[in-house]
């Protein structure tokens, strides 16, 4: 199944609160590897330097927790599961005729 993970990284110290924060959050992604389970299709930064997505394939919905766990303090979080839009057209088209059936 495909997710959609957006994280955003946790501001709100001082400006060397933040950039030690930064420092910590680096030095941890450079130890990171994906865990078993967990396939990355695609790993983007927001240009901005506030955060990325990534789009990932997991069969385990509980793999998707390592992510959070490991970097819950320095990032915030949200997983989304997505569908292929070929896929996601054929059901919205779906729920249209459905609904369109009903008076």
Same mark, same amino acid.
């Given at each position: 199944?495909? =997710? $959609?993970?957006?994280?955003?990284?946790? &501001?709100?110290?001082?400006? $060397? $609160?933040?950039?030690?924060?930064?420092?910590? *959050?680096?030095?941890? =992604?450079?130890?990171? &590897?994906?865990?078993?389970?967990?396939?990355?299709?695609? =790993?983007?930064?927001?240009? +901005?330097?506030?955060?990325?997505?990534?789009?990932?394939?997991?069969? +385990?919905?509980?793999?998707? &927790?390592?992510?959070? *766990?490991? =970097?819950?303090?320095?990032?915030?979080?949200?997983?989304?599961?997505?569908? +292929?839009?070929?896929?996601?057209?054929?059901?919205?088209?779906? &729920?249209?005729?459905?609904?369109?059936?009903?008076?």
């Amino acid at each position: 199944m495909l =997710f $959609q993970i957006t994280y955003s990284t946790r &501001a709100g110290g001082s400006a $060397q $609160q933040n950039e030690e924060s930064e420092k910590r *959050a680096l030095a941890l =992604f450079g130890k990171w &590897a994906p865990p078993p389970g967990l396939e990355v299709k695609s =790993f983007v930064a927001r240009a +901005d330097g506030t955060g990325g997505t990534l789009l990932v394939d997991a069969k +385990d919905a509980a793999v998707l &927790a390592e992510g959070p *766990a490991k =970097f819950g303090s320095v990032n915030e979080f949200e997983i989304v599961p997505v569908l +292929d839009i070929t896929e996601a057209v054929g059901i919205f088209a779906e &729920a249209d005729a459905w609904r369109d059936s009903i008076t």
